[in-house]
Each structure stands twice: as C-alpha cells, then as structure tokens.
C-alpha cells in the first residue's frame, strides 16, 4: 500500500533529506515548515501517519498533537525531537503522540518506527472469542477501549496496545526484546527508555490510587500484568 505521510519539520534541511527518504521508499509525502501548516494539511486530506517535530515556531508540533486529538484524530504521530529527558517525552504522549525518534536520527529508525505504526492501524482479521479481562481490567478489542473498575480509561495508540498486549499474555513474563518487537516492531537495544517511559505513563492510567496494582516489574527481565 502506498501510504501517504505528513511531514512537519521547520528546520529546512531535515525536512527536504527526510522528505527524499521517504519518496524513495514509496511514501506519498506532503511536508511543511509549521505546525498551522500541518494542522491545514491534516485537515485537507487525512494523512496515513504524521511525523511532527516538537520545536516548530507558532504552533509547535505539541500543539498540533492536542489540536487533532481533541479533534477526535487518531491517525498515528511520530515525533520528532532533539529535547530526550523523560519529562519532553511525557509531555509527546500527554499531548496523544504515539511515538518518538530522537534527533540525530538514523532515517531506517524512522522507517522502523513507521513501519510498526502502520502496521497497527491496518485491518486484520477478526478474533473471535471472550472479552479480555484481568480482575477488574476490562477490553473490547474491537473499539480499543478499556476499562478499569468500570471507569474507561482515556489511552493513546501505543498505551492500548501495550496493555492488550500485557493482558493478553497475563501472568506471564514478557521481556524487554518481545514487547519492542510486538509493539515498535524493532528491539532499540538494552540502554534504550523508550519501554520503561511507556510503562510507567500506563501505569498512571492503570494503576489507579486505592486499586490494586496490575502491572509488574520482573528486574532485569521485563513486566507482567496479573491481578493481585
């Protein structure tokens, strides 16, 4: 399938190099140098995928992200950033991000990162069965909703399909490579924050004050999610 990108990236270099890139790879690619130009694009024609950079002047790509969330907009964000501290990569999925690439980036981390996005928002074959539950966790796959204690829980993309994943295969150990692979679709490494941050922003959402925590950490292996 020939999918179309949004590109918004102000620093004109980055863009027009990444801009190739993904031509190149048979993206259909429309780029801007800001975010109310990413937000008319957006608005237009709905892109497959968005690949944002955060510091963009005016409108930034944070802005764009609550502006089409709120919206109700769930094609999937890339962002781009050069700022990697765990609190700017809260704040990229506070605003609805669904992932992100540090800059400098090598261009085939991009691809990767888009590769595993898309692949989740592609139609798959229906699964038949019981809605999956975990004590008091709820979900209904089929809308990617989720409930906990009978209150849904607000999740972005990757949030969802981290905790289906984990209640999925609950009471099981699932390590550090197996998720990135099922999730990211790409193992970025043993000194890579990207899992531990995604975790710890579900666990906020999840493990709720005076509800009994679900997900755990297995040190030096990975994380489960089983009722208590």
């Known amino acids: 399938m020939n999918y179309a990108v949004l590109l918004a990236e102000d620093d004109r270099a980055i863009r027009h190099a990444l801009e190739r890139a993904l031509a190149l790879e048979g993206y259909r690619v429309t780029a801007v140098a800001d975010g109310v130009e990413a937000l008319a694009a957006a608005h237009r024609s709905r892109p497959d995928v968005i690949v944002l950079d955060v510091m963009m002047p005016g409108v930034d790509g944070l802005d764009v992200c609550r502006v089409l969330r709120a919206e109700g907009d769930r094609t999937p964000i890339l962002m781009l950033t050069a700022r990697v501290e765990t609190a700017h990569r809260i704040a990229g999925l506070d605003a609805g991000a669904d992932d992100y690439v540090a800059k400098p980036f090598d261009v085939d981390e991009v691809f990767a990162r888009l590769r595993a ?24 796959p089929s809308a990617r909703r989720a409930w906990r204690a009978g209150r849904e829980l607000e999740l972005t993309r990757t949030e969802y399909d981290l905790l289906e994943l984990l209640v999925r295969n609950a009471g099981i150990v699932l390590d ?6 099922r999730i990211w679709g790409y193992d970025f490494g043993p000194g890579s924050k990207n899992l531990a941050v995604y975790i710890g922003y579900l666990r906020r959402k999840v493990d709720l004050p005076g509800l009994s925590p679900l997900i755990h950490t297995v040190r030096g292996v990975g994380y489960t999610l089983r009722a208590s």
Not at 176 to 181: A, E, N
């Open 117 to 140: 996005l898309l692949r989740r928002v592609a139609p798959g074959p229906t699964v038949s069965g019981a809605v999956p539950e975990v004590g008091d966790l709820r979900l209904e």
């Open 176 to 181: 550090h490579s197996v998720i990135y692979d």
